[in-house]
Structures are given as C-alpha cells and as structure tokens.
T-cell receptor
Framework: NAGVTQTPKFQVLKTGQSMTLQCAQD?????MSWYRQDPGMGLRLIHY???????DQGEVPNGYNVSRSTTEDFPLRLLSAAPSQTSVYFC?????????????FGPGTRLTVL | GENVEQHPSTLSVQEGDSAVIKCTYS??????FPWYKQELGKRPQLIID?????GEKKDQRIAVTLNKTAKHFSLHITETQPEDSAVYFC??????????FGAGTQVVVTP
C-alpha cells in the first residue's frame, strides 16, 4: 500500500492564482482531512470528509474548497491564492469517524504564495 | 469544541536524560490521545497512542500516561538519543472523531 499520497510536493503561486492540491489514499478509509501547518501553531483542520459525497468545514476553511467524489481522492482547491495561505498542507486519512481510529498523514505540500 | 494545550514549546535535554511533554484537553468526551513525531521536512508520524480505558502505555523507551479526571496526558521519553530530536505533537479527538492538535514541542537532544 502506498498509504496517503499528495501532489505536488512544492508549489509557488502568485496572488490571485488558483490551484488544486491532490490527495489520494489506498487504504479504503472513509474519513479524510486537510490540515495546514504554520510555525508555532500546530496542525489546524481546514476541511474534512466522513465519506464520499460528504464534506464539512474545519477550523480554518476560508479560501479553500473541497469535494469528495470517490473514497480514494480528496482534492483541496485554492480559488484565489493569498500570501496568508503560504503554509505546509497535509492530507490525512483514517478508517472511519470513530474517535479512536488512528490517523495517517501524507507527505505534505509546501505552498508559497507571492 | 476541543481545545488542547501543550507544554513546553521547546525542550532541551542531554543525551541519556528523560524528556517529558504535557498536554491538557477540555472535552471530557475525548477518548483517544495520540502522539506524533515530526522530523524536519517530514510528515507527522504516530509514535504512541492511548485510549481512555487505559491509564498508561509503554513502547520501549516511550510511554504515555493519561489522567482523565484531570484531563491531562503526558509523553515520557527515557534514555534520550540524538535521533529523538524532532517536534512532538499531542492530540485529542472530539465526539465526532475530529483531531485537535497541540501547538507542538521542539525537542533537542544534545550529545
């Protein structure tokens, strides 16, 4: 199993540009999440999905959209990038929405917005 | 919602000494408390976790203790080695399975 994969590894955008960060998992996990990581602030939840066709907002959803058309894929879209979105983005998955399931992280995407 | 506080933010220890990181949480319904280790430029990796029906769990040099009454849990690393240098995150899950992470502790092990 490849686990959780993310592309691209690095990305530089100009303010106002749009892009999609890709995330896929091959563990048949129902629950997937997107986090951003900024220095000194830990991991903050952007959006999450409890299954195909179901998404919900996390702690910091503004400026980001998600969709979940399949169990495997959970892309994150930046509609109009802003410098405040410069961060490292991690996708994660776990088996279900049960509180005791282990969560696994992808390798991350480092995004810089100029 | 859940709120997790983690202390200290940085921890410097001599090789061979012990390191302790403490976290508190707010949601009494939380029942799963994982610890992640993140090396520079890498993804967070689960190193140990504890569920609410257990008070302590050990795995070689690392251990986690949980006090549900006081709503705090701690990570203990014994006989620290240079490869233990990393950022450590605690987390707690809320009633809907969402993870709330602490802000992280930078551990530096000096030879």
């Amino acid at each position: 199993n490849a686990g959780v994969t993310q592309t691209p590894k690095f990305q530089v955008l100009k303010t106002g540009q749009s892009m999609t960060l890709q995330c896929a998992q091959d563990m048949n996990h129902e629950y997937m999440s997107w986090y951003r990581q900024d220095p000194g602030m830990g991991l903050r939840l952007i959006h999450y999905s409890v299954g195909a066709g179901i998404t919900d907002q996390g702690e910091v959803p503004n400026g980001y959209n998600v969709s979940r058309s399949t169990t495997e894929d959970f892309p994150l879209r930046l509609l109009s990038a802003a410098p405040s979105q410069t961060s490292v983005y991690f996708c994660a998955s776990k088996r279900s929405s049960r509180g005791t399931d282990t969560q696994y992280f992808g390798p991350g995407t480092r995004l810089t917005v100029l | 919602g859940e709120n997790v506080e983690q202390h200290p933010s940085t921890l410097s220890v001599q090789e061979g000494d012990s390191a302790v990181i403490k976290c508190t949480y707010s949601d009494s319904a939380s029942n799963y408390f994982p610890w992640y280790k993140q090396e520079l430029g890498k993804r967070p990796q689960l190193i140990i976790d504890i569920r609410s029906n257990v008070g302590e769990k050990k795995d070689q040099r690392i251990a986690v203790t949980l006090n549900k009454t006081a709503k705090h849990f701690s990570l203990h690393i014994t006989e620290t080695q240079p490869e233990d240098s990393a950022v450590y995150f605690c987390a707690a899950t809320d009633s809907w399975g969402k993870f709330q992470f602490g802000a992280g502790t930078q551990v530096v092990v000096t030879p």
